[in-house]
Protein backbone atom coordinates (compact mmCIF):
# COMPACT_ATOMS: atom_id res chain seq x y z
CA UNK A 1 0.00 0.00 0.00
CA UNK A 2 3.08 2.65 -0.50
CA UNK A 3 3.48 2.49 -4.44
CA UNK A 4 0.75 2.44 -6.92
CA UNK A 5 0.76 2.80 -10.17
CA UNK A 6 -1.88 2.92 -13.07
CA UNK A 7 -1.30 2.03 -16.49
CA UNK A 8 -3.76 2.05 -19.37
CA UNK A 9 -2.52 0.14 -22.39
CA UNK A 10 -4.23 -0.77 -26.10
CA UNK A 11 -6.40 -3.22 -24.87
CA UNK A 12 -6.44 -2.70 -20.84
CA UNK A 13 -6.07 -0.80 -17.45
CA UNK A 14 -2.75 -2.32 -15.37
CA UNK A 15 -3.15 -1.51 -11.93
CA UNK A 16 -0.39 -2.43 -9.90
CA UNK A 17 0.48 -2.24 -5.99
CA UNK A 18 3.67 -2.80 -3.85
CA UNK A 19 2.95 -2.98 0.01
CA UNK A 20 5.49 -2.42 2.27
CA UNK A 21 5.25 -2.87 5.93
CA UNK A 22 7.54 -3.86 8.78
CA UNK A 23 8.78 -7.28 8.66
CA UNK A 24 6.95 -8.93 11.91
CA UNK A 25 3.69 -8.03 10.23
CA UNK A 26 1.69 -11.04 9.54
CA UNK A 27 1.47 -12.39 5.96
CA UNK A 28 -1.12 -11.11 4.31
CA UNK A 29 -3.76 -14.10 3.20
CA UNK A 30 -4.31 -15.01 -0.29
CA UNK A 31 -6.89 -13.33 -3.07
CA UNK A 32 -9.92 -14.91 -2.36
CA UNK A 33 -14.17 -13.70 -3.19
CA UNK A 34 -15.83 -12.60 -0.18
CA UNK A 35 -19.51 -11.53 0.21
CA UNK A 36 -20.53 -7.86 1.84
CA UNK A 37 -23.43 -6.31 1.85
CA UNK A 38 -24.41 -8.91 -1.28
CA UNK A 39 -21.48 -7.81 -3.48
CA UNK A 40 -18.90 -10.11 -4.19
CA UNK A 41 -15.49 -8.70 -3.07
CA UNK A 42 -12.04 -10.18 -4.16
CA UNK A 43 -8.95 -9.10 -1.75
CA UNK A 44 -6.11 -10.11 -0.21
CA UNK A 45 -6.41 -10.06 3.58
CA UNK A 46 -4.59 -8.28 6.06
CA UNK A 47 -4.71 -10.83 9.07
CA UNK A 48 -3.88 -8.11 11.57
CA UNK A 49 -6.71 -5.61 10.94
CA UNK A 50 -8.93 -8.17 8.60
CA UNK A 51 -9.08 -5.28 5.73
CA UNK A 52 -7.05 -4.66 2.73
CA UNK A 53 -5.35 -2.33 0.76
CA UNK A 54 -6.05 -3.53 -2.67
CA UNK A 55 -9.93 -4.88 -3.76
CA UNK A 56 -12.54 -4.81 -6.81
CA UNK A 57 -16.16 -6.53 -6.61
CA UNK A 58 -18.35 -7.85 -9.40
CA UNK A 59 -19.30 -4.22 -11.07
CA UNK A 60 -15.63 -3.28 -11.79
CA UNK A 61 -14.58 -0.66 -8.84
CA UNK A 62 -11.57 -0.98 -8.07
CA UNK A 63 -10.21 0.73 -4.22
CA UNK A 64 -6.11 0.56 -3.79
CA UNK A 65 -4.84 2.37 -0.49
CA UNK A 66 -2.03 4.33 0.28
CA UNK A 67 -0.93 5.32 3.82
CA UNK A 68 -0.69 8.46 4.34
CA UNK A 69 -2.04 11.61 2.53
CA UNK A 70 0.02 14.67 0.74
CA UNK A 71 2.69 15.21 3.18
CA UNK A 72 3.99 12.80 6.29
CA UNK A 73 1.84 13.05 9.47
CA UNK A 74 2.74 11.96 13.06
CA UNK A 75 1.34 8.95 13.89
CA UNK A 76 -0.72 8.98 17.02
CA UNK A 77 -1.30 5.95 19.78
CA UNK A 78 -4.61 5.00 19.01
CA UNK A 79 -7.58 4.85 15.99
CA UNK A 80 -10.79 3.93 16.36
CA UNK A 81 -10.72 2.45 12.60
CA UNK A 82 -7.78 0.51 10.03
CA UNK A 83 -7.70 1.85 6.88
CA UNK A 84 -7.90 -1.33 5.47
CA UNK A 85 -11.47 -1.55 6.79
CA UNK A 86 -12.14 2.08 5.03
CA UNK A 87 -11.41 0.17 2.06
CA UNK A 88 -14.39 -2.58 2.28
CA UNK A 89 -16.62 0.10 3.58
CA UNK A 90 -16.29 1.93 0.18
CA UNK A 91 -15.86 -1.30 -2.18
CA UNK A 92 -18.58 -2.79 -0.64
CA UNK A 93 -21.39 -0.25 -2.35
CA UNK A 94 -22.37 0.26 -5.51
CA UNK A 95 -22.20 3.90 -5.38
CA UNK A 96 -18.59 4.45 -3.54
CA UNK A 97 -18.60 7.95 -4.16
CA UNK A 98 -21.56 8.59 -1.75
CA UNK A 99 -19.96 6.30 1.01
CA UNK A 100 -17.03 8.31 0.22
CA UNK A 101 -18.52 11.54 1.07
CA UNK A 102 -20.63 10.59 3.89
CA UNK A 103 -17.88 9.04 5.47
CA UNK A 104 -17.08 10.32 9.41
CA UNK A 105 -12.80 10.33 9.23
CA UNK A 106 -12.58 11.72 12.65
CA UNK A 107 -9.61 9.57 14.99
CA UNK A 108 -8.48 7.59 11.15
CA UNK A 109 -5.02 8.00 10.07
CA UNK A 110 -4.29 9.59 7.48
CA UNK A 111 -4.62 8.17 4.02
CA UNK A 112 -4.75 8.00 0.04
CA UNK A 113 -7.22 6.01 -2.25
CA UNK A 114 -6.91 5.22 -5.99
CA UNK A 115 -10.50 4.63 -6.90
CA UNK A 116 -11.81 3.28 -10.51
CA UNK A 117 -15.52 3.41 -10.66
CA UNK A 118 -17.24 3.69 -14.19
CA UNK A 119 -14.52 3.65 -15.98
CA UNK A 120 -13.48 7.19 -13.93
CA UNK A 121 -10.43 7.24 -12.23
CA UNK A 122 -10.46 9.31 -8.45
CA UNK A 123 -8.00 10.35 -5.72
CA UNK A 124 -9.39 10.55 -2.24
CA UNK A 125 -7.38 11.84 0.58
CA UNK A 126 -8.26 12.36 4.17
CA UNK A 127 -5.60 14.24 6.01
CA UNK A 128 -6.91 14.33 9.42
CA UNK A 129 -8.45 17.77 8.64
CA UNK A 130 -10.46 17.46 5.37
CA UNK A 131 -11.37 15.15 2.51
CA UNK A 132 -10.54 15.39 -1.06
CA UNK A 133 -11.48 14.15 -4.31
CA UNK A 134 -9.60 14.48 -7.92
CA UNK A 135 -10.73 12.96 -10.75
CA UNK A 136 -7.47 12.23 -12.67
CA UNK A 137 -7.58 11.24 -16.39
CA UNK A 138 -7.79 7.97 -17.46
CA UNK A 139 -5.89 7.96 -20.59
CA UNK A 140 -2.48 8.73 -18.97
CA UNK A 141 -0.35 6.88 -16.60
CA UNK A 142 -0.37 7.83 -12.73
CA UNK A 143 2.13 6.93 -10.04
CA UNK A 144 1.83 7.05 -5.96
CA UNK A 145 4.29 6.92 -3.13
CA UNK A 146 3.15 6.85 0.54
CA UNK A 147 4.11 10.23 1.95
CA UNK A 148 4.81 8.34 5.23
CA UNK A 149 7.82 6.49 3.83
CA UNK A 150 9.12 8.74 0.93
CA UNK A 151 9.89 12.23 0.85
CA UNK A 152 8.96 14.50 -1.50
CA UNK A 153 11.71 14.65 -3.41
CA UNK A 154 12.05 11.09 -3.24
CA UNK A 155 8.23 11.02 -4.53
CA UNK A 156 9.56 12.83 -7.63
CA UNK A 157 12.56 11.10 -8.23
CA UNK A 158 10.36 8.05 -8.09
CA UNK A 159 8.07 9.59 -10.94
CA UNK A 160 11.16 10.23 -13.23
CA UNK A 161 12.00 6.56 -12.60
CA UNK A 162 8.32 5.66 -13.44
CA UNK A 163 8.11 8.34 -16.73
CA UNK A 164 11.46 6.61 -17.74
CA UNK A 165 9.61 2.89 -17.33
CA UNK A 166 6.58 4.30 -19.66
CA UNK A 167 9.16 6.25 -22.31
CA UNK A 168 11.08 3.15 -22.99
CA UNK A 169 8.69 0.18 -23.11
CA UNK A 170 6.12 -0.02 -26.20
CA UNK A 171 3.11 -1.80 -25.63
CA UNK A 172 3.17 -2.40 -21.90
CA UNK A 173 1.93 -5.86 -20.80
CA UNK A 174 1.08 -7.10 -16.90
CA UNK A 175 4.65 -8.20 -16.76
CA UNK A 176 6.02 -4.99 -18.24
CA UNK A 177 4.51 -3.20 -15.05
CA UNK A 178 5.75 -6.25 -12.14
CA UNK A 179 9.12 -5.67 -13.84
CA UNK A 180 8.70 -2.18 -12.85
CA UNK A 181 7.23 -2.79 -9.66
CA UNK A 182 10.41 -5.43 -8.36
CA UNK A 183 13.53 -4.36 -10.45
CA UNK A 184 13.76 -0.38 -10.89
CA UNK A 185 16.45 0.81 -8.52
CA UNK A 186 17.23 -2.90 -7.21
CA UNK A 187 20.25 -1.83 -5.47
CA UNK A 188 18.57 1.13 -4.07
CA UNK A 189 16.74 -0.93 -1.00
CA UNK A 190 16.19 2.53 0.96
CA UNK A 191 13.59 4.21 -1.87
CA UNK A 192 13.64 2.02 -4.87
CA UNK A 193 10.66 0.19 -5.94
CA UNK A 194 11.37 -3.37 -3.87
CA UNK A 195 12.62 -1.59 0.03
CA UNK A 196 14.00 -3.98 2.51
CA UNK A 197 15.63 -0.71 5.20
CA UNK A 198 17.39 -1.49 8.52
CA UNK A 199 14.24 -0.80 10.47
CA UNK A 200 12.56 -3.52 9.32
CA UNK A 201 10.27 -1.52 6.77
CA UNK A 202 10.14 -4.16 3.43
CA UNK A 203 7.91 -4.48 0.48
CA UNK A 204 6.15 -7.68 1.56
CA UNK A 205 4.00 -7.98 -1.23
CA UNK A 206 2.70 -6.76 -5.00
CA UNK A 207 -0.83 -7.04 -6.39
CA UNK A 208 -1.98 -6.18 -10.14
CA UNK A 209 -5.19 -6.11 -11.22
CA UNK A 210 -5.95 -6.23 -15.05
CA UNK A 211 -8.84 -4.36 -16.46
CA UNK A 212 -10.16 -5.38 -19.89
CA UNK A 213 -13.63 -4.86 -21.43
CA UNK A 214 -14.55 -8.17 -19.99
CA UNK A 215 -12.65 -9.74 -17.21
CA UNK A 216 -10.66 -8.38 -14.07
CA UNK A 217 -7.70 -10.79 -13.76
CA UNK A 218 -6.17 -10.26 -10.17
CA UNK A 219 -2.43 -11.54 -9.32
CA UNK A 220 -0.84 -11.39 -5.98
CA UNK A 221 2.62 -12.74 -4.61
CA UNK A 222 4.78 -12.91 -0.86
CA UNK A 223 8.15 -11.03 -2.40
CA UNK A 224 10.08 -13.67 -0.42
CA UNK A 225 8.00 -15.90 -1.07
CA UNK A 226 7.60 -15.92 -5.34
CA UNK A 227 5.74 -19.89 -4.51
CA UNK A 228 3.30 -18.65 -2.68
CA UNK A 229 1.20 -16.40 -5.36
CA UNK A 230 -2.57 -16.77 -6.57
CA UNK A 231 -4.46 -15.85 -9.88
CA UNK A 232 -7.97 -15.16 -9.73
CA UNK A 233 -10.46 -13.68 -12.76
CA UNK A 234 -13.67 -12.91 -12.85
CA UNK A 235 -15.59 -11.84 -15.82
CA UNK A 236 -17.62 -8.48 -15.93
Known sequence: MCTVSFIPSQDNIIITSNRDEHVDRAKAILPKSYSLNNITITYPKDPKGNGTWFAYNEFGTV??????????????????????LIVLDIIASKQPLIIWENSNLDAIEPFTLVLFYENKLYQLRWNEIEKSKVTLDTTQHHIWSSAT?????????????????????????????????????????????????KNGVQTKNVTQLVISKKQLSMSHFDVNEYNQS??????I
Open 230 to 235: SKISVT
Open 63 to 84: VVLLNGADEKHTTKEAYKKSRG
Open 149 to 197: LYTSEIRNQRQQWFENFIKTTQQIQPQDAIHFHTKTQSDNLENGLLIQR
